[in-house]
């Protein structure tokens, strides 16, 4: 284990290379109450003895933005796990031209545990240091970045299902903070290009966990995805989830190759293919004359497919 015995007034600790720190499971960190401890330019001085361990802190450049157009400072400082409950002062030193727009004088730290960010109403500015920090009381850290005193970091969708019922597809959601938001909008689509409303929901204060149950079951298969509402007027969508209902007339497993992905038909084959992005733009178009298809040339995320078998118009949503 790893001692750091200086006090608050010794000298200070700095972590070279990039701008990072690893910290295994075997070999955790110390850092005795009272000590200055400086990753990159973030400063804890925990008030009582801190162990640090199996986390990775990488820092950032882009700001964290939220209702109302509000945006954090663009240094942003991230934990693979959690830093575990933290007493003590917690602290930023950035660059003026990292303020994005934030007013210096009124600089608050926010921090990220679990969903929910939280901007601390409390705090010091030195405008002259370029110095920003807040004594925490037992405060846990995924994220840790600053904004200006009131702003409200981003409305997050936690958690977002949708299951097949007898009778209706039930639609379960969880939001990491609601602040600011007016209601949520339940979309539907059948190919996920053109998208119908379902229904809304309101959002209540205090709330975090919402549901709706859609009784329409003319689909083989569907998409879902929750529209929130601010009362700013921005719009923040969900993850798309996907429903099928039936058997259908070929399966489409995924198949990793290389920096590549190839769409296998287990059963009849497509004439063609056309793979679109989940804001219904056309990215690919191929005539398929075996049951492979490789795709290529598209970056990671969710997308959805398109093709006709038997006569029969298909869509299914599939993650590069």
Request: proline share 3%.
């Amino acid at each position: 284990m790893r001692y750091l015995l200086l006090s608050i007034c010794s000298a200070l600790l700095w972590l070279q290379g990039s701008s990072q720190l690893s910290v295994g499971s075997t070999d955790p960190l110390y850092i005795q109450s009272g000590t200055t401890f400086f990753v990159d330019s973030l400063v804890l001085i925990p008030s009582t003895n801190t162990t640090v361990s199996n986390t990775n802190l990488t820092k950032s450049y882009s700001s964290i933005s939220g209702p109302g157009g509000a945006l954090s400072i663009t240094r942003v400082y991230n934990f693979s796990t959690a830093l575990p409950t933290y007493n003590g002062e917690a602290g930023i030193i950035y660059d003026d031209a990292e303020l994005a727009g934030n007013p210096e004088a009124s600089l608050r730290i926010a921090y990220r545990t679990g969903p929910t960010w939280t901007t601390t109403t409390s705090g010091n500015v030195d405008p002259v240091a370029n110095f920003v920090s807040y004594t925490a009381t037992g405060q846990i850290y995924d994220q840790i970045t600053a904004t200006q005193a009131g702003a409200v970091l981003p409305v997050t969708f936690t958690n977002f299902v949708a299951t097949l019922q007898n009778n209706y597809v039930h639609l379960n959601w969880a939001m990491g903070d609601i602040t600011g938001l007016l209601n949520f909008d339940v979309q539907y689509s059948d190919n996920g290009r053109n998208w119908s409303t379902a229904g809304s929901v309101s959002a209540p204060a205090n709330t975090r966990d919402f549901s709706f149950q859609h009784s329409d079951l003319n689909f083989t298969n569907r998409f879902y995805r929750i529209q929130a509402n601010e009362v700013n007027g921005i719009r923040t969508y969900s993850k798309l989830a996907a429903v099928r209902k039936g058997e259908t007339a070929s399966s489409v497993s995924i198949i990793r190759k290389g920096s590549g992905t190839v769409l296998f038909f287990n059963g009849s084959v497509p004439g063609v293919i056309q793979v679109y992005d989940v804001s219904g733009r056309l990215l690919m178009s191929r005539n398929v004359q075996q049951q492979q298809v490789e795709i290529q040339g598209i970056s990671s995320g969710a997308y959805i497919i398109h093709y006709v078998i038997d006569g029969k118009k298909m869509s299914k949503m599939i993650q590069l």
